[in-house]
C-alpha cells in the first residue's frame, strides 16, 4: 500500500509534448510510472518517449484506460484542463502548475470533489510511492522504498528532507507534495487520515511553513484522529512578515499562521518539530 | 495588486455600491466643484493613514491649500504621498463592516459582515462578526445574504439596501479576481442611504492579465527590485549582507532561519522558483553581484530545476566577469553531479551540507 499512488495508476500527461512534459515523461518512466498517453490539442499521434499523444483527455482515456493525471500546462489553460480530466473520468489529478489565479484553483478543486477524484496541488511538484510509482516533477534519485510518510507544502524542503531521510536508510511510503498556494485540493488533514489508515505507514513527517493556519488545524486533527507518530518542521521562523489581508486577515488568523504559533500547535500535539530541515531524519531515526 | 482607495471605489462605482461624492485633487482649482465641507485623503497602499495625519477634513479653500499641501508628499510608513483624494462629508447614522476574502481552510469566498464598524473593527469580537462561506459552484444566493443581512439588526429598506450592496460586492470579488474586497465603514446616512467611505480591494496577482483596465500604481523601486522585476525573478532585500539564491519559497526560508541560526544575516535573497532557463540564472547572479553581499550562498535542490542548468549559468558569469567575494554552493537533486563538476571547474567550493554551508556562509560574512 501507500497513499494516494500507487502501481494501478495509469497516468495521462497533459501538455506532454513541451521541453518539462518530454524531460518528465522520461524520469517518470525511469521511475517506473505507468505512463500510459499524453494530451496536447494539435499534436494527436505524435509520441514522446514511446508514449502515445492525443489530441485531447477523452481520447486518452477511452484509448489507454488512463485513470490519473499530470498536469503541466501553462497557468491559464489549467482550469479548463482540469475540468476536462474531471470529465473525461479521471479520478487522480496533479497539478505542477504554478501562478494559477486561485478564483479558478476554487473551482476546480470544489468540482472535483464534486466528482468525486482526489486532486494533489496546484503549485505542488507531485506524489512519489518509491519502488511504486511517482507522479509529478520530484527527482526520483533521492526517494527509498520505506514506511515513513513525507507531506509537504513545500517543493525543493521536500526533496531536502526526503534526502536526508534516505541517506540514513529510511524509506518512504509516499512523499506528496501539496502545494504552496492559497487553495489546495489536498491538505495536511486528508494525507493525515490515509497515511493513518496505510498499513505501510508507520510514521509520518509534515513539512510546513508560515502563513495560513493549515498546520494548526492538522496539530488538532492529530490529537483527535490521528495515533501514529508525527515529526513536522516550519519553514520561515526567521522571514519578514508578509503582506497583510485587510482587516479581514486579521479576524481569519487570530494571531495564527506565524512559525510561533504553528510549532507551538504541533507540540500541543505532542509533534516534534525539527530546528534544521536535515534534522528531521535525526529524530525519525531516534524514534524507529 | 493592492488597489488605492480612489481605484477600489471607481469599481464600486461601476458595480453600483454607492460612494461619496469626491475626486483625486493636485491644487485649488480642483475644489470648485465640491462642497465644502469635505475630506483630503492620502492615497497610499496601506492602513493606518488616519493616526498617521493622512486624512484631515477640511472647512474652506483655504483650510483645503493648506492641508493639501501638508499631506502631499508626506511620508506615511515608508510611502511618499503623490495623490490625493477629497470626498464630501456625509451624515452618519451607523457604521458597519462589510468584507468578501478567501477562507484558505474552506477554499470558498467567506463573506464577513459586523454592525460594529469602524477603527475598531479587530477588537470586535468573533460572536459580533457574521459569516457566510459561498460554495463557488453555486455562486452567491439568497439565503447567504439573509443569513448576513437578518443579524445586522437593521431596519427593513436600510437591510435592503445593504442586501444588494452584498450582492453586488460579491459579483465584484469574483469578476474581478480579487483577494480581498473589503469597506469599513459601510455607511448608513442619515436619509437612509448606503454608502461605502472606504475601500480595500486586492486583485490576484497571478490573474491581472485578465484585466487590463487595472494599471498598476507607480510604486517607487530600489533600482535593484526594478531589475530584478524587469527579469521575472523574486527579490527580497534584507538588512544583512549575506547574498542567497536558492530555489523555492520554502526552501529559501529555510535557508534564511539555518543563516539566522548561526547568527548569519540575509541581505538579498533571490529565488529562482523553478527556472530552468539558463539566461535568467545568469541574469540572477549578476544581479547579485550588483547587490555587493560579502558572501554569496547558492542554496539548490533540484525538481524541475535541473542543478546543472544553474551551474552552467553561474559558471559562465564568474568566468567571464570574476567575482570579488566567496561563494559557497551547496547543490542537491536533478543532475547534481554534473553541476558539482562544473562548479569545482569555475573553482566554487561545493560538496557541503546546508548546516555547514550555512555556517561556513555566516562565519565568512563577519
Redesign the interface.
Known sequence: MAIFADKKNKVLVQGATGHQGVFHIGAMKEFGTNVVAGVTPGKGGQKVEGVPIFNNVYEGVSETGANTSLVLVPARFAKDAVFEALDAGIKTLVVITENIPFHDAMEFVHYSKYKDAVLIGPNCPGIASPGKTKIGILPGQIFKEGNIGVASRSGTLTYEIVNSLTEKDIGQSTCVGLGGDPIIGTTFIDALDAFEKDPETKAIVLVGEIGGTAEEEAAEHITEHISKPVFAFIAGRTAPPGKRMGHAGAIIARGKGTAESKIKAFEKADVKVAKFPTDIADLVEKYS | MKLFEYRGKELFDKYGISVPNGKLVNNEKDFSDLKFPFVLKAQVPI?GRGKAGGIKSVDNVDDAKEKLSQIMGMDIRGYTVRKVLAEEKVDIKKEL?L???????K????I?ASGEGGMD??SVP?DK?FKEWV???IGIQSFHIRGIVSKLKLEKEEGKEVAKVISKLYKLF?EY?C??V?I?PLIISKNGDVIALDS?V?I?D??T??HPDIVPEQVELTPLEEDAKGKGIAF?Q?EGNIGVI??????T??T???L??YSGKGGVFLDL??T?DPEKVKQAFKLMKKAKPKVIFLNL????TRCDTVAKGVKEVITKEGIDCPVITRI???NEDIAKDILKDAGLITGA???DAAKKSSDLAR
Open positions: 492602513g463592516y468584507s468578501i476574502t478567501l477562507d484558505r481552510s477554499r470558498m469566498p467567506l464577513m473593527i479587530e468573533d462578526i460554495n463557488p459552484l469574483r479576481d483577494e480581498l473589503e469599513n480595500k486586492t490576484n497571478d490573474a492579465y485578465r527580497i534584507l536558492a530555489n523555492g519559497a520554502g526552501l526560508m529555510a534564511l532561519d539555518a539566522t541560526h522558483g523553478g530552468d535542490f533540484g525538481g524541475i542537491k537533486g536533478c551540507t546546508l548546516q
